[in-house]
Structure formats: C-alpha cells, structure tokens
C-alpha cells in the first residue's frame, strides 16, 4: 500500500575533493542533525566531488550506504564512480533496509566535462518501490532529456541527484520545474554546493510539487532540508487532470 506521505532530507554538501572518509563523515553529521525521514539524498558523486578520470577502486562509501539503511530502517540514494569488470560507471546506489540496493547507471555522459572519455553509459530506467511509492532516479545531465524522464505509468517520484555548477544554475531550477509540471510528480533535485578543481556550486537543491511550486533550499551553505510530500495530493490531481493519459 502506498504511503500518503513522504519525509524526504536532501542532503546539500561541500564535497571535499577525492575524499571519501571526510565526505562520509559531513553525511554522517548530517544524518544525525536530521533523524526519521523516509528518505535521504545525497548529491551525485558525493563521496569524491566529479572526477572524470576517477582512480578509487573500492569507494568505502557504498558500504557505508548501505549499512546505514540497513541500521537506521531508511534509503540512502547517491550516486558514486564504481569499477565493474574494467569500465568506469556513474552509478546511483538506492540503499533499502531489507534488500540489496538498486541501481542505476547514468544514461546521458557529460561529454563537455570529458566523463564519455573515462565512463560507460547505462542503457536503461530503473524503478525502485520504498513504502509503495515508486521512484524514478536518475542523475544530473540526465535533467536536459525529458523522454528520458517522461512518465510511463510506471513512476510517483523523480530524484536527480546532480554536480551542477553555478554558471548554469537558472537550467538547473528551470529544468526541475518542468520535469514536474510535464510528469505530474514530485521532484527532487539535490546538487552539491562549494568548489571543486574546475567549477563552483551554490546548490540549489530543491523540492518541485506537481504544480510547479517550488521549497527551494534556503541558501548555497552546505547542510540539510527536510521536505514532507503528501502523494495524496499528487493522486488526486492526476486523476481530476490527466493530461498525462494524453502523452504521445
């Protein structure tokens, strides 16, 4: 049975470049400030900043999400640079207590920040179920795409997790909203904040309703935002409105 409400904390940090330790412990924190939420995000590559040329083989922060699911009754979800089998992948990891996490690689690869060069692309959706509602996650450039977000009747919520850097950040807030308008779901979008070796970020990590309004975080500080979304209200308005049965 679908719950009717959700309480969802994104997770907005400073990602300490190549650092995964430190980086777990700003989550960690975090974590601790926010207690009894549904559902954490964390932005994309969270433990190690956007690293095209990546060089962790075994990132300690895919235990860590998953122990931490596991001890707190909770879902994690972040994405990571992972090595299978010799290829590089931007892999969102969405921890679950009682199972193994779910995973999605990333479909659109950033040529422009050089990730085609290093990281082999995913070729398909991944739909994960957490206390009957059902979420759609994808990551960062993955927003410009709108077919491939687009709803099928298979999805309540979409999550972006995402580095996205201030020099385009009216996209970032822009693209969000559509996605929500045009699905007729929640999104959630969570972005890092701070400055890595080639770009700055100021967040903008955010919460879009069905209709376009928009809890918007508070500030580009690092630190965290808690967001109930009430998927009552979001039935209901795909009922009385459905413009998506009209979808191509």
């Given at each position: 049975?679908e719950?009717q409400?959700?309480?969802?904390?994104?997770?907005?940090?400073?990602?300490?470049?190549?650092n995964?330790?430190?980086?777990?412990?700003t989550a960690?924190t975090f974590?601790e400030?926010?207690?009894g939420?549904d559902l954490?995000v964390?932005?994309?590559?969270w433990?190690t900043?956007?690293?095209s040329?990546p060089t962790i083989?075994?990132?300690?922060?895919?235990?860590?999400?998953?122990k931490?699911?596991?001890?707190?009754?909770t879902?994690?979800?972040g994405?990571?640079?992972?090595?299978?089998?010799?290829?590089?992948?931007n892999r969102l990891?969405?921890a679950?207590p009682?199972?193994?996490?779910?995973?999605?690689?990333?479909?659109h690869?950033?040529a422009?920040?050089?990730?085609?060069?290093?990281?082999?692309?995913g070729?398909?959706r991944?739909?994960?179920?957490?206390?009957g509602v059902?979420?759609l996650?994808?990551?960062?450039y993955?927003?410009?795409?709108?077919?491939w977000?687009?709803y099928?009747?298979?999805?309540?919520i979409?999550?972006?997790?995402?580095?996205?850097?201030?020099t385009?950040?009216e996209?970032?807030?822009?693209?969000?909203r559509?996605?929500?308008i045009?699905?007729?779901?929640y999104?959630i979008g969570?972005n890092r904040t701070?400055q890595d070796l080639?770009?700055?970020?100021?967040g903008?990590s955010?919460?879009?309703?069905?209709?376009?309004?928009?809890?918007?975080?508070p500030s580009?500080?690092?630190g965290?935002l808690?967001?109930?979304?009430?998927?009552k209200?979001q039935?209901?308005f795909?009922?009385k409105?459905?413009?998506?049965d009209?979808r191509?």
């Amino acid at each position: 049975m679908e719950q009717q409400q959700l309480k969802v904390t994104l997770l907005q940090m400073d990602t300490a470049w190549n650092n995964p330790i430190q980086n777990i412990r700003t989550a960690e924190t975090f974590l601790e400030q926010s207690p009894g939420s549904d559902l954490y995000v964390l932005p994309e590559m969270w433990t190690t900043g956007f690293n095209s040329s990546p060089t962790i083989m075994d990132d300690p922060g895919i235990s860590w999400m998953t122990k931490t699911a596991q001890q707190l009754h909770t879902a994690i979800v972040g994405s990571l640079a992972v090595n299978e089998k010799g290829k590089w992948r931007n892999r969102l990891l969405f921890a679950l207590p009682n199972s193994a996490p779910a995973i999605y690689d990333k479909h659109h690869l950033f040529a422009y920040g050089g990730e085609k060069e290093h990281f082999t692309p995913g070729d398909r959706r991944t739909i994960v179920k957490w206390k009957g509602v059902r979420f759609l996650p994808l990551i960062c450039y993955d927003l410009r795409f709108p077919i491939w977000s687009r709803y099928r009747g298979d999805y309540d919520i979409l999550v972006y997790v995402a580095n996205w850097p201030v020099t385009r950040i009216e996209a970032w807030t822009t693209l969000l909203r559509a996605r929500a308008i045009e699905n007729q779901c929640y999104v959630i979008g969570v972005n890092r904040t701070g400055q890595d070796l080639s770009c700055s970020y100021e967040g903008a990590s955010a919460v879009v309703d069905p209709y376009g309004k928009t809890t918007t975080f508070p500030s580009p500080s690092p630190g965290w935002l808690t967001v109930t979304l009430d998927l009552k209200n979001q039935n209901s308005f795909r009922k009385k409105f459905p413009i998506l049965d009209d979808r191509d």
